[in-house]
């Protein structure tokens, strides 16, 4: 049988290039040689794809078969590469461009949500522009604490939890360094709770895991600097939680039009016992002891299976789409 040829990207132009080489290097050395040829392609923090690039043009011979972007972050998860791999007519792993715009966008990701009804924590988005507006309305009747966020960013850059009004003024600074458009959410006490889901049209979901953030909260230096996060798997939660948590995460995966694969993280509220979407992550981490990996084997689904699933996945979509009309 001929063996498919699979670009492994990784790199790329945001913060998150380090954790991106991590996660590639992870899965190169998972893949099974006897079914796969694999290419990988490294693009640089200055945006230099090497050994080559692939072109936009779908009647050029590709290099590749299928690729699988473990780019992290801006240009990676937010659908401008995939935009590239929809023009090349080159199957892709994980969310389309959409899927991918809507989940690097928490203001627009959580308008989508609640359309579906499902349940988020109470929020505001203000743009750079009506900052000062929002201030002058908001400051003293708004719930604190409060999470302040840059609403296109990832890795808990850029957010600061704001414990009283006189420390927001400087949170929506920070946040609008970053990003045109913040958020602002009710801070709430809970248990951080993610579930993995696969598939495309029929998405099925992992057994929940748990985060136990070794700061004040799942904050940058808690995710990547001390090392001293705890990921629980399978997550101690009753029967029922369980079930709940895994179908908000597929009815999620649905509303924000998700597909191959994408971690949901819930917030369960501790004195209530009541489930949030907090976010989905259309590319989370991918090293083998990442918890988007490690949530499927807890699950029954070994790594290197895992990474044969997600191709055949980009493999279908791909042919599905291909037999759609595109001239009338
Ligand atoms: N509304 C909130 N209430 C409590 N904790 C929050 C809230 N929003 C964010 N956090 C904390 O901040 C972390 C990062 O926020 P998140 O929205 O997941 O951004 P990112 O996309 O950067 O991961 C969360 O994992 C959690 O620890
Ligand atoms: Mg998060």
Avoid at 6 to 33: C, F, P, T
Avoid at 35 to 61: C, L, M, N, Q
Avoid at 284 to 312: C, E, H, N, V
């Amino acid at each position: 049988m001929k063996k498919i040829r699979v670009g492994v990207i990784r790199g790329g132009r945001s913060g998150e290039h380090e954790v991106s080489l991590r996660s590639a290097e992870s899965i190169l050395n998972a893949m099974d040689r006897e079914k796969y040829d694999v290419v990988p392609i490294t693009i640089s923090h200055e945006g230099r794809w090497e050994p080559f690039t692939i072109s936009a043009d779908p009647s050029t011979t590709h290099a590749v078969d299928v690729v699988f972007p473990i780019v992290h972050g801006t240009y990676g998860e937010d659908g401008t590469i995939q935009g590239l791999f929809e023009l090349a007519n080159l199957p892709y792993v994980g969310a389309g461009v959409l899927g991918s715009a809507i989940g690097m966008d928490k203001d627009v990701m959580k308008r989508l949500l609640r359309a579906a009804s499902l349940p988020i924590v109470e929020y505001w988005s203000v743009r750079k522009s009506e900052l000062d507006s929002f201030l002058q309305s908001q400051l003293n009747s708004l719930p604190y604490p409060l999470f302040v966020k840059p609403a296109n960013l990832g890795s808990s850059v850029g957010i600061t939890k704001t414990h009283a009004p006189e420390e927001l003024p400087g949170a929506l600074q920070t946040a609008a360094e970053y990003d045109q458009k913040i958020v602002v959410e009710r801070g709430v006490d809970a248990r951080e709770i993610e579930v993995s889901v696969l598939g495309n049209d029929d998405p099925i979901a992992s057994v929940p895991g748990e985060i136990i953030p070794s700061r004040e909260f799942y904050d940058y230096d808690a995710k990547y600097v001390d090392d001293n996060s705890r990921l629980l798997v399978p997550a101690p939660l009753s029967d029922a939680a369980v079930q709940e948590a895994q179908q908000l995460a597929v009815a999620a995966f649905k509303a924000l039009e998700c597909s191959g694969m994408a971690r949901v993280d819930l917030f369960l509220e501790r004195p209530n016992g009541k489930f949030y979407v907090n976010e989905i992550n259309t590319l989370p981490g991918f090293t083998s002891i990442s918890m988007y990996p490690k949530l499927w084997d807890a699950s029954g689904i070994p790594y290197p299976q895992l990474i044969d699933r997600l191709i055949t996945l980009a493999i279908e979509r791909h042919s599905e789409k291909s037999k759609l009309r595109t001239r009338y």
